[in-house]
């Protein structure tokens, strides 16, 4: 009995840990920390402009490239 | 006195009566109010909250046409398509100071039709834009970064610095599941070295042991990939290297423990396993964080090379691609531009700025008839030309090939640490192998002789060997980057420490490379505002002379009227319908005044209501404390030796200033770089210099240090940048480098010690698990903490 709870205490500690480590890993595999400056800089200018302009950017993908493959 | 009051735009400050008033604003120049105007029409005026009150520079009001980005050459070059049909390139933006900067430049490329992304990196100004060609062109898009007060280069993110990048993060994964897996380890491992003397029970030491085996498992797999591959390259060139120790004493260990733990008795290893792959893997990734990529040298080679140039045919000026120009094809060369083919003068006359090829820092005229160097600069009149060679046999083509061949080719000394762990590794392996057969074959049980075999190579573990040099190294690096002193790479310390022969370039090394002041002789009383207005409407270095040694007392603008340049003479102006002259002794004898211009430097005259005013004598001065610098190095026990392309007197003047014995001038880059390599024969080489015309030297050196004014390329190539141009710098630089070097020996010698002590007691059997990891991670406190004491000194 004790030493199933110890077991499981591991596991559950080791398993919250490596969900943390995975979410890192994703973080640096898709380019996250390559600009140093970048997260202490545009934190100054994170407002609900900003937040408006990725929705516009990615409108406007979508836009161009239906335009883009429109049979000519 | 007039107020100073700050340009609405670039926030610099200037007399009022110079500004221009619009409204309520103030700008500058015009640049600065065509870019706020520009702004508020667009919504973006926010960005001067943003900004704050950073100083932007003045927005360059001219530009090569943007025409040459929309070219198919261009295209092949730069431009590339994602995966939905758009295209990308990649620019360095120019004339970014702050974050407020980035954001314009993103928000106001955002904003224009077709362009689909613009994102900037804020820690190295490298935009990638993505945009629709058939909603926008490349050219409009440059335009807009133009006009709102920037400039950019096209730049070709090769696959080199893509590979970099990559190798980058691999390594920041794999050291994220290294330090992962060694922290849980140790907060299991404290459990059971507490069962260890306290009593624990064989059930819950099971447990314990089959969670490390775990956690320990990619550790070892997945971190340690890169020692497995490092064996697998050192077996198949016979070479033992320090890959094959920790690659065999992990892997060992890991498969031992694996069988304690299944067999349910004895002492498991997983700490040691994850240890050992976790310390050498933070080792080397200190020594890849510091290394810098080749990359970026080819980056800024190719912005100061335009691919196209404005060539003449049939009265009009068409864009040819530099490989496609022949010889005899009139070339057109605006002001500012260099030239990038050889050829010679046909109209026009302008100086050139030929400080880049020859070190001769004062610009010399050039008029019909006269030679044109590629890789020298017009600065002050534009002039056709024809050409004489073609691109490929131009001076400034054959010296970019030369370097580009240096760069690959380049020496590396070979590092102490390298040559030690290839012996040591093999001593250890050989060592636990006879320490096996010796208790195998002294009646000891195979369990037994396994287990002691495998705790000399755990002990031998070579993570205190492996921090030596990147952790003395990294200290220096620091250390040496508050003193100013950028070291490319941070195991360069090493290598300089060990240099003999440092080789100094005159202009601009040794002396400051631009003229200053040295005697001033009034002869007629005059405001001295007067003067400084005219030198100042130049950017004459002369001129720029003056102007400095002026700038102390006075500093105000007058408003001079007719200003207009001489070329290769001097400044004509008026002020109050008197007339006011400034220049050398050929243009004031053009208005009747005689003047005499005997004696050493420069003169620059001054002449108001046709009487000459004032005479200054301009010289290149050696830089402040040259002397004690140098008698610095010297004392290092460094010969000092000067290359310069400039002539023999002014040479031999430096020279025996410095104490310096041998010098020789008169080079062309080719033949600095070739005494270089002939000096390296037998000698480790450091050069000094900051110009193109030294950059083929400083890619053949073994050190090559740059000043931090010097001209881009020679940055790139060099391996040490002294920021703040000064001598004393680059005392400190080999004083700080000869300090890391004696602390990587001690730290050598204390991880040596330390296995020799351990290793026999290991071989004898008298090593417990706990000895083990605690001496483990003592001797590499012990590495850590003695290379700290570098900066004790300093």
Redesign the interface.
Known sequence: M??SV??MM??VS?FL??IA?LA??FA??NGH??????MM??V??DDEEALN?AVE?EK??EK??E???RPE | MIENIKCDHCHLEFGKDVMIKDDEHYFCCGGCQGVFHLLSENGLDSFYDKAGSTKLSRPVEEFEDSITFDTPSFYDKFVSKDKDGFSEVSLIIEGIHCSACVWLNEKALGQMDGVIEAYINHTNNKAKITWSDSNVKLSQIIDMIRAIGYDAFPYDPSIQEVRADKARKDYYMRLAVAVFGSMNIMWIAVAQYAGYFTGITQEIKTILNTAEWILSTPVLFYSGWNFFKGSYYGIKNHIVNMDILVATGATLTYIYSIYITLNNSGEAYFDSVSMIITFVLIGKFLETLSKKSAADTLDVMSKNIPSEISVIENENIVLKNVNDVEIGDTIMLRLGERAVIDGILLEGESNFDESSLSGESEPILKKVGDKIVSGTTSIDGAIRYSATKDFTHSTLSNIVSLLESAIAKKPRIEKIANRLSEHFSLAILLASFATFLVWFFGGSGFEVSFMIAISVIVIACPCALALATPVASLVGFSLSLKKGILFKESAMLESMAQAEVIVFDKTGTLTNGKPSVIKHEQYENIDKKLIYSLTSSSTHPISNGVSEYLKDESNELLALNNLEQVRGRGIKASFNKDRLLGGNALFLKEHGIIVDDSGEGSHFFVAFKNTLVAKFTLKDELKDDALNSVERIKKFGLLTIILSGDREESVKEVASALGIKEYHYGLSPEQKSEFVQKLQQSKKVVMAGDGINDILALANADIAIAMGSGSDIAIEVSDVVLLNNSLVTLADSFAIARRTYSLIKQNLAISLLYNAITIPLAMMGYIIPLIAAISMSFSSLLVVGNSLRIKWKY
């Open positions: 004790d030493s110890i077991a591991i596991g080791t840990g490596a480590l890192f890993l640096v595999k920390f390559d600009d140093s400056k970048k800089n545009s100054h200018f302009d950017k406007k993908r161009l490239k335009k883009n493959y």
